[in-house]
């Protein structure tokens, strides 16, 4: 029997996809801004926090960067009401994107900042500024932009990632594949369309972020 | 109804713990297979497996991997297939653990000076002497650590296949937590067997990123 491929089936359940593509959006979003901030905040505990925080904050990133997103995501979702932790299944996901997000964009936000030759937090602390200050103005900044391509690159893997929350029923693009799917019987075509516009956002993701990154830290002189 | 230990729960899981291993070894041995062979062509002189190998490679780190695994599972079957879960969770993982070491392992080529391409040129070797003798024993001591690095992203990217159907760890918590109403111990489990199969392998990167990166000190 020869398979006929039939796009049209797709085409009429275009609400879903597009509702599905928004909730994508809207969870990256969430996901990379909330996240990166975790990140940045750990990043600052890892290199001047207290004491007793660093452990904690490394404890953290390791059992996040050593397990699945996915059990993370089942463990919030599905665990946690086991200890009388209930929420929606939208918060689910995007808990779970910011806890992994922050895990890794720390790691990566870490590498810049040792990167940043030492004599910068000398002549921060010459300036009478507090080793905070001096992270937030002197560190933080370059360190961003030195590994910018590195976060970009991060976010769109989350993006893409975060293909899993359809799981716990979050709505999202997959979620839309799967009901289209399960309503049309199309399993090849509804995939094939999602994994293209998957494609499509990662294209467009990318592209966005390289241009903040050029509007965010504008050229220096370069070493 | 039938109560379940504490132990009960981990003996399943770590039963299944042995799918998640032969899967993980299948799709990193795999695809390093498939990935050393497309490499060469993404290195080669030739132009058009050149941009076909990049795209390849834009494919398949552009779109989630849950999607390939559906696509595997539902496309192969249209050429007439009958695609069990673990044949499909191995073709895509196979296909998408070699996109990412192509990628990987072409920077490790790329980071080989240029001046050691020509040096080796004016010895007068051939392409396939100057890769054999000359740039893969300089480009393989840079690959071992991110490799070890990337064999972590493997192991983590079987969890998916639990759902297109493979029974490994993350499917066996599923089912477990079906039968005991204990996601919260069951999830906890899951998570740390996760993190006893990855963490070694994250260590062992970073130890052998020290240790083989010895003579590039003071540079």
């Known amino acids: 029997m020869r398979y006929h491929f039939d796009f049209g089936w797709i085409a009429e359940y275009y609400p879903v996809l597009i509702k599905g593509v928004l909730i994508t959006i809207e969870l990256t979003l969430v996901g990379a801004v909330v996240g990166i901030a975790l990140g940045i905040s750990c990043a600052w505990a890892r290199a001047l926090g207290p004491g007793w925080l660093k452990p904690v904050v490394a404890t953290y990133i390791e059992l996040i960067r050593n397990t699945p997103f996915l059990i993370q995501l089942f463990f919030i979702f599905f665990g946690l009401p086991g200890i009388g932790i209930h929420m929606s299944e939208i918060t689910a996901a995007n808990l779970a994107m910011v806890v992994n997000l922050g895990a890794y964009s720390c790691e990566i936000i870490r590498a810049g900042i040792q990167a940043t030759p030492r004599g910068q937090f000398e002549a921060g602390a010459s300036l009478a500024m507090t080793p905070f200050e001096t992270f937030r103005h002197v560190i933080l900044v370059p360190s961003l932009q030195r590994i910018w391509p590195a976060l970009s690159s991060q976010v769109v893997i989350v993006m893409l990632g975060s293909a899993v929350v359809s799981q716990v029923a979050a709505e999202d693009l997959t979620f839309a594949a799967n009901f289209i799917q399960s309503r049309s019987f199309r399993a090849f075509e509804a995939y094939f369309v999602s994994t293209a516009i998957y494609l499509l956002l990662a294209i467009i993701l990318r592209q966005l972020l390289a241009a903040a990154g050029s509007l965010i830290f504008p050229r220096r002189v370069r070493r | ?219």
């Not at chain 2, 499909?88 to 490790?108: N, Q």
């Not at chain 2, 070694?200 to 052998?208: E, T």
Request: hydrophobic content about 55%; aromatic content about 12%; some cysteine.
């Open chain 2, 1 to 219: 109804m039938i109560q379940f230990t504490t132990w009960d729960i981990l003996r399943g899981l770590l039963l299944a713990t042995r799918w998640t291993i032969l899967l993980s070894l299948v799709s990193f041995i795999g695809g390093g297979t498939v990935g050393a062979i497309l490499l060469f062509l993404r290195i080669g002189k030739n132009k058009v497996a050149r941009v076909a190998v990049k795209y390849f490679v834009e494919l398949f780190q552009g779109t989630p991997l849950l999607m390939q695994l559906f696509l595997a599972f539902f496309g192969l079957g249209l050429f007439g297939i009958d695609v069990p879960a673990w044949l499909a969770a191995a073709v895509a993982l196979i296909l998408w653990s070699s996109a990412f070491l192509i990628e990987i392992w072409r920077g490790c080529v790329e980071a080989v000076a240029k001046g050691q391409w020509e040096a080796s040129a004016s010895l007068g070797m051939g392409y396939l002497q100057q890769m054999r003798y000359v740039i893969l024993p300089q480009a393989l001591r840079i690959a071992v650590p991110p490799t070890v690095g990337f064999s972590v992203q493997v192991v983590k990217g079987t969890a998916l296949t639990s759902i297109i159907g493979f029974v490994e760890l993350s499917k066996a918590g599923t089912i477990i937590t079906n039968a005991t109403f204990q996601p919260f111990t069951v999830y906890g489990f899951v998570a740390l067997i996760y993190f006893a199969m990855c963490w070694p392998l994250s260590k062992s990167s970073q130890i052998l990123e020290r240790k083989l990166n010895v003579a590039h000190r003071g540079h």
